[in-house]
């Protein structure tokens, strides 16, 4: 099955682009990113930003941009059945170049798993210097770490 990626959630004054590999089936279906209630993504940016939680989209894309913050996906489309990273085939990166031009205050990219920071090194390749940090994917599949242990290494975002 043939999936895309969503536009990106930013404005012009994002300093921090945090990436995904590629919307799940549940996002999918939604339209909205890491939309799976099991997902912790948005747990742990509210927790992040001393916010009370919401399930509200808007609300929580409106957290994002309040704290400078873009969030996009490494890949533009891809073939998958499923949600699992490691069922992607035939992928293809979205255009960072243009994206970070039209970003010029962005300066730390954050991967949400190992996954996205591998397709991007793949595929990108950027001329100006970035800081790059790879972490732990929030994910539900992601099951090797507590929730908590995996909120300590997110917490690197409210230092940025």
């Not at 536009?7 to 590999?21: A, E, M, Q």
């Not at 996954?115 to 991007?120: C, I, L, Q, T, V």
């Amino acid at each position: 099955m043939k999936s895309y990626s969503f536009s990106p959630i930013s404005s012009n004054d994002s300093k921090l682009l945090i990436l995904g590999t590629m919307p799940g089936t549940k996002s999918l279906e939604l339209n909205q990113y890491y939309g799976h209630n099991q997902n912790n993504f948005w747990k742990f940016l509210f927790v992040i930003f001393n916010e009370d939680f919401s399930n509200d989209y808007e609300t929580k894309k409106a957290l994002l941009l309040k704290n400078k913050v873009a969030l996009w996906d490494v890949l533009q489309y891809c073939d998958r059945v499923g949600s699992l990273d490691s069922a992607i085939k035939n992928e293809i990166a979205n255009d960072f170049e243009t994206f970070l031009k039209q970003h010029s205050k962005i300066n730390t990219i954050l991967f949400n798993g190992q996954k996205a920071a591998a397709f991007f090194k793949k595929y990108v390749h950027l001329k100006k210097e970035y800081t790059l940090i790879t972490l732990p994917s929030t994910s539900p599949a992601n099951a090797g770490k507590s929730f908590q242990s995996k909120l300590d290494e997110w917490k690197i975002i409210g230092s940025l």
